[in-house]
């Protein structure tokens, strides 16, 4: 019997306010299906060199090496990990959350001789704690989160950057989430390895990982005693393709690279600062609204992510009934919980493209009456006036 052909991808509308993916430009759609070259193409060469160019102005760096490595966040994380760690080098990972796990395992696998110092779900790390971790332990490599996304809890850097040179150490952060939401000064704060990723703030489909090393990091790696344990992420290897001799490496993922380059063209064409500004202020309309639909954040205000909001779930309600439900009725995407907060928080996104004022109102509205459906008595008039109050006042 001949197999029935299956339905063709036909997905439903959706608004993405989880923690990643955010919405994406019909601009960068178009880029996706623009036509594929050859990967040594004089034409795609000239996308690379003008997506260095662009990298380098998103991350805020002169970093030569800057590129996007193929493969999701993950592959970021990696490449950064796997580069500047031998078999045996000490690597301390700062943990308050899923993905500072994440990068503890990844070392450990790199062959690291991994220490970690742990903080509560949606606590951040204090210069001081560091800097005693760090005189402990002695690493070759400091990891840590820049914008946790399971938590919602921002991460500054600078003070941190200082010490963990001071120390003769390198730091390697990940800035998955932050990269086009909030500042990420990589020359400024001085960072040796940065990695991000393509569907967070940048709004472009998942697919790449931008990442930038900077000069001691490349120094670093030059002086390596031994492979690097992944052919794939081999930074040696990997630039030659994408500076120096271009010599084949691995077939680019041609389209997803014109996708992120139509993406970072709309981030400089935006402006950093407006971005910024954007992702802000939506993100303090959302409190307001929230706040008044008796919502409570779950990171200490001070330490909120903008493009990522972890609230309490209240009392008394469902979370993946209600999540179904924004989903289903509303066709809003949010996240729930991750790990010891699974089933207590959600996660609203406003990344990127995501980042909207209208959206803001439809998840206050979507939300209000979910909340009132399942037998509480919000006020969603109230929270979409003061959501409104909030744009008008800046
Ligand atoms: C999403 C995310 C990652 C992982 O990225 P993938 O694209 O899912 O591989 C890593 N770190 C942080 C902070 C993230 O938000």
Redesign the pocket.
């Known amino acids: 019997m001949k197999p029935s052909l299956l339905p063709a991808i036909s997905p439903p509308r959706r608004i993405l306010m989880g923690?990643?993916p955010s919405d994406i430009s019909p601009r960068v759609y178009a880029a996706l299906s623009a036509p594929t070259v050859g990967h040594l193409d004089p034409y795609y060469l000239k996308v690379m060199d003008g997506m260095q160019e662009m990298l380098r102005q998103v991350f805020q760096t002169k970093n030569e090496l800057t590129l996007a490595v193929s493969g999701?966040?993950?592959?970021g994380?990696e490449a950064c990990v796997v580069n500047l760690i031998e078999p045996g080098d000490r690597m301390l990972v700062c943990v308050n959350g899923v993905?500072g796990m994440?990068m503890a395992d990844v070392a450990t696998r790199a062959g690291a001789e991994v220490t970690t110092i742990e903080k509560e779900f949606g606590e951040i790390f204090s210069p001081e704690e560091i800097a005693e971790a760090v005189e402990k332990c002695n690493p070759k490599v400091v990891g840590i989160?820049h914008?946790?996304?399971s938590t919602g809890a921002l991460q500054p850097l600078e003070e941190i950057s200082k010490i963990v040179h001071d120390a003769g150490s390198l730091i390697l952060v990940?800035c998955?989430?932050s990269l086009g939401g909030i500042p990420v000064k990589v020359d400024e704060w001085n960072l040796d390895a940065v990695y991000s990723?393509t569907?967070?703030c940048l709004s472009c489909p998942?697919g790449l990982a931008p990442v930038t090393f900077s000069p001691q990091a490349v120094q670093v790696m030059d002086e390596r005693k031994s492979k690097v344990a992944s052919w794939y992420l081999d930074m040696s290897m990997v630039r030659q393709y994408w500076g120096g001799s271009r010599a084949y490496h691995d077939t680019a993922p041609i389209n997803m690279n014109y996708a992120l380059y139509e993406a970072l063209r709309l981030v400089l064409e935006e402006g950093l600062e407006n971005r910024f500004q954007r992702h802000m202020k939506n993100h303090l309309a959302l409190k307001a609204g929230l706040k008044e639909l008796g919502i409570e954040y779950s990171v200490p205000e001070g330490q909120q992510l903008p493009m990522l909001n972890s609230v309490f779930i209240p009392d008394g309600i469902d979370d993946a009934q209600i999540r179904k439900q924004l989903l289903n009725d509303y066709g809003i995407e949010i996240g729930g919980g991750l790990g010891p907060v699974k089933g207590k928080t959600w996660r609203i996104g406003l990344m990127g493209v995501s980042s909207e004022h209208s959206n803001v109102i439809q998840l206050l509205t979507a939300l209000g009456q979910c909340l009132n459906q399942a037998g509480k008595n919000v006020d969603v008039k109230a929270a979409i006036a003061v959501a409104h109050a909030v744009r008008s006042n800046g």
Do not use: I, L, W, Y
Not at 72 to 75: D, F, I, L, V
């Open positions: 923690p990643g999701t966040g993950s592959s994380m993905f994440r989160v914008a946790e996304t990940d998955v989430t990723g569907q967070k998942p």
